[in-house]
């Protein structure tokens, strides 16, 4: 019960939030200089048509007015048409979100299935040539950008090795199954064309492997610092008096309490990514949507960039509430101190 | 019990290191693949980038068509035409069937027509205030008649794409058009009703484009031309190196570093294709803003650009370059063009000597040299610039701006910076299309005309070469137009841009690798039918 209120009260800010996003980025959208008009039109067209394009686009209208207009077509779920892609915005987004939001999530799972183990190791091996390698390992994955890491993966092991794909989400020829969720591999599965799920997952290794590397070497750190903090306390040598094995201690008392920070920076991590993916679409020629969210900022695409800001908020607000149920689902004092 | 998950995982591992080469194999058709920088718009009313042209010139046909390595205007949609004053009669060929399997006819010229200026994007502004009316008196016959004598129409006509009229109005979702709705857009966004020599089999704006040969077309497509066409958008161009190493990518685009394609070239079964005469890169003088609303001070301006040193910069290779002298505003080939136009010459003494002319002091100004983010080519010829601008007593200062701020700063004169390096490609083969949108006075304003001349007698000029009909006395016009623009020094006419492009060897691209083939119109060099898959 106590939960529940805990996430009422959650999704209420979260909303609130998104709000408020939506109408800071309505303004600065249109305080980025040029004109949308003439930079979608060309520098023949005229005078007039340029016009003509700014009553379509109502951006004659007093902004408070545009504002209202866009909160009543964003309740019949239209984002307006895309001056960069001259198709509406939510058919670019629904035909990209999926792309980066499956990259987004192979990079979470190496995040947290690699990082966290590999903390967990230094942690439990501390100050060994074990610890002192997996901290290495994860000060190169946090200092080194995610571009860097995408064109020494591609280069490597697709250029000179040749093991993985070199761009792109499936090969050509492979067959596509109908869309269900969007996600390619879910979908393939679904559909049982496991062909096809495999030549998804060779493709996206090398570019989710190349997003993870910052946050796999944060969720190691986090981690092993949270962890050697926890294996200081007292309970933890009164397990091992009690000759509790040392992959019970791990587990069972270690893990739990020090997951508690890192769960909430992995969360942050992961919808950051969403944002971030841009360099790494770039270069795996990954059809995603941050590649499309850069585009229309260059090109001052006014409803293409509240439409993408907007999505990449959610998306944020939604994971942090995620999380923060999560944490105080394992952490009650959370949820009793908001109360 | 302990559980043991190595065979397992050793053996997916296995199986993604594989390939799992269980995905189907293509099928013997030749495919060609090429890519491009920017996305792609199918629908030929607002077709207007490179990317778009391409796909533009493949999928739809026109009227006419400009002759390879030429300047004439040739039948094409139209078999014959007439011009009677104002009035333009088109007789159209009785053999044309859209991709639907329906005839075209006049009816289809005239929706087409239609259509683009209710739209009122892309290549509209070519036709805006210029078509008074549209008849057609029976089904091969098309009159348009103009509202003044405006000769660059014929080569304005190769951006009017002729779309199924039945087939898009078949195809109408909900939109501002009242019973014509949404006009087709989100029809013709996402497929083709075109006579074009390919179909557009699938099409996302901002990943691929896949294009197949169409058996129907009016012209035929030869067997050795590519079967299917997937044109791919906005690759790094790290990826695009590797892609084309290794030989999944037959084309690359002309956007990328030099220093990548000499690379590339260096591969076995690379080559590099060019394409010159159809675009320009101008280093503009804003003719507004002093002191460079002096003729003098803009004279010692174009002394003081190291022509040579840039030229040399422009190198590909040691035969290729992207770049090579300017004469004047046109690129040599366009009709008007005249390669006895002086090319410019770096010269600081004959700079200073222009200065001591120039009413300005240069102690009392800051020169404001801009480029556009993005374009490294353009911050060295800036620095080149300041360097050279200090040696004759200028201060200056570099401005980076984004795309849209320069749109912006464009807008007005008081705004525009001293300097902009610029470039631009002939949208159509009429060097008006060129000529007015940079020069002409009621043009000003955009990112194209940031040199505001804003002079009545090259206005004048430009309206002469509009209203005049007789190719000859048209091109004489723009001969002089273009020595009057070198002589009050408008701009800087750094080079004329040269596209380079890799090609892989199991492609002949005539437009690109043969002498003489080149058509002087954006996008329209890529038309798959000319190519030939080895």
């Not at chain 2, 005239?110 to 210029?130: C, D, H, P």
């Not at chain 2, 005249?338 to 200065?355: C, K, S, T, V, Y």
């Not at chain 2, 058509?519 to 190519?531: H, L, P, S, T």
């Amino acid at each position: 019960m106590n939960l529940w209120r805990y996430f009422l009260g959650r999704l209420l800010g979260s909303l609130l939030v998104l709000f408020g996003v939506s109408i800071l980025i309505f303004g600065v959208a249109r305080l980025i200089p040029g004109d949308p008009a003439r930079i979608a039109l060309g520098p023949m067209a005229t005078a007039e048509q340029v016009e003509m394009m700014r009553e379509r686009l109502r951006l004659n209208e007093p902004v408070v007015v545009q504002y209202g207009e866009f909160v009543r077509d964003l309740f019949r779920g239209d984002l307006g048409i895309s001056l960069y892609t001259k198709r509406p915005v939510t058919s670019d987004i629904l035909s990209t979100l999926p792309a980066t939001f499956e990259l987004v999530i192979a990079a979470a799972l190496i995040m947290t299935l690699i990082g966290v183990p590999l903390g967990i190791v230094a942690a439990r091996y501390r100050n060994s040539g074990v610890d002192r390698a997996a901290n290495l390992a994860a000060l190169l994955g946090v200092v080194t950008p995610s571009f860097v890491w995408a064109i020494f993966l591609m280069l490597v092991f697709a250029f000179a090795l040749d093991i993985f794909p070199i761009a792109g989400r499936v090969s050509r020829g492979a067959e596509l199954p109908p869309t269900v969720t969007g996600l390619l591999i879910l979908d393939s599965a679904i559909a049982g064309l496991w062909p096809t799920v495999f030549d998804a997952l060779r493709h996206i290794v090398l570019p989710a492997f190349a997003l993870a590397m910052g946050g796999l070497g944060t969720a190691a750190r986090l981690t092993r610092a949270n962890m050697s903090e926890v294996y200081d306390r007292q309970y933890i040598q009164l397990a091992r008096a009690f000759a509790y094995t040392e992959r019970e201690i791990a587990y069972k008392y270690a893990l739990r309490p020090a997951m508690v920070p890192t769960l909430t920076i992995l969360g942050l991590d992961f919808a950051i990514m969403l944002g971030n993916a841009f360099l790494v679409e770039m270069v795996f020629a990954w059809p995603g949507m941050a590649r499309y969210g850069v585009e229309v900022i260059i090109r001052k695409d006014l409803n293409g960039i509240v439409g993408t800001v907007l999505v990449i908020s959610a998306f944020f607000l939604i994971i942090n509430m995620i999380i923060d149920i999560v944490v105080a689902y394992m952490n009650p004092r959370i949820r009793y101190r908001d109360q | 019990m302990t559980k043991s998950y190595g065979p397992l995982v050793t053996a997916a591992t296995a199986l993604l290191l594989s390939g799992f080469t269980v995905v189907a194999p293509l099928s013997a058709q030749t495919v060609l693949r090429l890519d491009e920088h920017a996305i792609g718009e199918i629908d030929p009313a607002k077709a207007t980038d490179y990317a778009d042209s391409m796909i533009f010139y493949n999928i739809y046909d026109t009227l006419v068509i400009p002759a390879a390595g030429g300047t004439d205007i040739l039948p094409h949609l139209a078999e014959s035409w007439t011009i009677d004053g104002q009035t333009y009669t088109f007789t159209l060929r009785d053999d044309v069937q859209f991709h639907s399997g329906n005839m075209m006819d006049s009816e289809d010229v005239a929706f087409s027509i239609e259509r683009k200026m209710t739209l009122g994007q892309g290549f509209s502004s070519l036709f805006a205030g210029v078509i008074e009316s549209v008849e057609t008196p029976d089904a091969r016959t098309v009159s348009i008649t103009l509202t003044e004598p405006f000769a660059p129409f014929l080569g304005s006509l190769v951006r009017l794409a002729i779309v199924d009229q039945d087939a898009v109005l078949e195809n109408l979702a909900e939109g501002d058009y009242g019973d014509l709705g949404d006009y087709g857009q989100a029809y013709l966004s996402s497929t083709t009703a075109g006579t074009g020599a390919y179909t557009v089999s699938s099409h996302n704006p901002q990943e691929l484009t896949v294009m197949e040969k169409n058996p129907n077309y009016f012209l035929g497509v030869p067997a050795e031309a590519p079967d299917t066409v997937e044109l791919q958008y906005a690759i790094e161009p790290a990826t695009l190196r590797a892609l084309i190493t290794r030989g999944e990518l037959d084309i690359g685009d002309q956007w990328m570093a030099p220093e990548i394609k000499a690379a590339v070239s260096a591969e076995e079964g690379v080559s590099l294709g060019q394409v010159a005469g159809i675009s320009s890169f101008y280093l503009k003088l804003n003719n507004q803003r002093p002191p460079l609303d002096d003729v003098h001070c803009r004279r010692a301006f174009a002394h003081a650009y190291d022509y040579d040193a840039i030229l040399e910069q422009t190198k590909v290779t040691e035969g290729i370059a992207f770049g090579r002298r300017a004469h004047g505003p046109l690129p040599l080939g366009v009709l008007g063009s005249d390669e006895n136009i002086p090319a410019g010459q770096f010269d600081l003494d004959a700079a200073r000597a222009e200065l001591a002319k120039c009413q300005y002091d240069p102690s009392e100004y800051e020169i404001q040299l801009n480029w556009v983010a993005g374009n490294p080519i353009q911050e060295r010829i800036q620095l080149m610039m300041q360097l050279n601008l200090g040696e004759i007593g200028f201060d200056t200062t570099i401005t980076t701006t984004p795309w849209a701020m320069f749109t912006e700063l464009a807008a007005t004169a008081e705004r525009t910076p001293h300097v902009s390096p610029v470039n631009f490609i002939l949208t159509t083969p009429d060097p008006d299309s060129m000529l007015f949108t940079m020069y002409h006075s009621d043009a000003v304003g955009t990112w194209a005309s940031v040199d505001w001349v804003m002079n009545e007698e090259v206005d004048a000029m430009i309206e002469a070469g509009r209203t005049e009909t007789d190719p000859a006395t048209r091109a004489a016009i723009y001969r002089d137009l273009g020595h009057r623009l070198v002589e009050d020094q408008v701009s800087v006419f750094a080079y004329e841009l040269v596209g380079v492009f890799p090609i892989r060897d199991v492609v002949h691209v005539p437009a690109l690798q043969d002498e003489g083939r080149t058509y002087a119109v954006q996008g329209m060099n890529f038309m798959f039918r000319e190519m030939t898959m080895n």
